[in-house]
């Protein structure tokens, strides 16, 4: 079985001192490849360093919304030169954060059109981060990115219409820790009518683990979790629903062909 956790911050400090272990776990419950994403320039610069050091650790550059009001001229030339790294597979999170407006709704819309443009550019994936803003966030991508969109709905937490549109955007669809939660039934019927070739998993972690582990810091090794919900939730064998969802991530992330093979997991 092979699991791709499509969206964690081992580069956190959170992790500093015991990330050995938590690799180590990672790799007992099946999570063999993981996705670092950026969410400010320093945090890019470690998923890159963190790419550097895994073997089967890939890096997203970006800067989140709530940041984007530290964006400037400098931090996005550096994010671009960042982007020609090998193991730099998408760019992100970026997009809006409506919610808690740590930065201004105009000044997220400037710095997200910034990064499609690199997006596009370097020929990357996105990596969106969306909370209260769908509507403005489809809105933007209509406008500013040739359909299909290649990219991420990263932590989906919006409505089946949301979703929806989405998915006819050309986007994919993951799904953390919230679809396992008690109360959550519309995100689970979301995440069982979410096609299954356009269907991915993540962590997020150190954010949002899944019931069972609520109150504690999320790790990737909890991945399996969120597995296991939604497999059940499409009534498929948890290492088909995996391996599914593992072929996806591949695919958008544009991850070696080869990868599928090498099951040794995350090493140095």
Do not use: W
């Not at 073997?55 to 030169?81: C, L």
């Not at 998993?201 to 999320?218: C, M, Q, S």
């Not at 629903?241 to 995350?266: M, Y």
Request: net charge negative; hydrophobic share 40%; proline share 6%.
């Amino acid at each position: 079985m092979l699991l791709i956790d499509t969206h964690t911050h081992l580069q956190f400090p959170d992790f500093e001192k015991d990330i050995d272990q938590i690799i180590f776990r990672a790799n007992t419950a099946g999570v063999k490849i993981l996705i670092n994403v950026g969410s400010d320039l320093a945090a890019s610069r470690k998923a890159v360093e963190m790419a550097e050091r895994y073997e089967n650790a890939f890096a997203a550059v970006g800067i989140h919304p709530h940041d984007a009001k530290e964006f400037s001229e400098a931090s996005f030339a550096e994010i671009e030169r960042m982007a020609e790294h090998p193991k730099v597979v998408a760019i992100g999170e970026i997009g809006l954060d409506y919610y808690r407006n740590l930065s201004s709704q105009q000044i997220q819309k400037e710095v997200v059109v910034r990064f499609l443009e690199l997006a596009k550019k370097k020929n990357l994936p996105i990596v969106l981060h969306i909370r209260d803003a769908y509507p403005e966030m489809i809105a933007i991508l209509k406008e500013n990115c040739e359909q299909p969109v290649k990219g991420v709905c990263h932590c989906f937490s919006g409505t089946r219409s949301h979703a929806e549109e989405m998915l006819r955007l050309g986007l994919y669809i993951s799904f953390s820790g919230p679809v396992t939660y008690k109360k959550n039934d519309e995100l689970r019927e979301i995440a069982k009518m979410c096609p299954n070739d356009r269907i991915l998993i993540e962590t997020d972690a150190p954010y949002l683990p899944p019931e069972g582990f609520r109150g504690k810091r999320n790790e990737p090794a909890f991945l399996l979790k969120t597995a296991q919900c939604i497999s059940e939730l499409k009534q498929m064998p948890l290492e088909a629903f995996a391996n599914t969802t593992a072929q996806n991530a591949i695919r958008v992330f544009g991850l070696p062909p080869n990868i599928e093979d090498d099951r040794r997991g995350i090493s140095e």
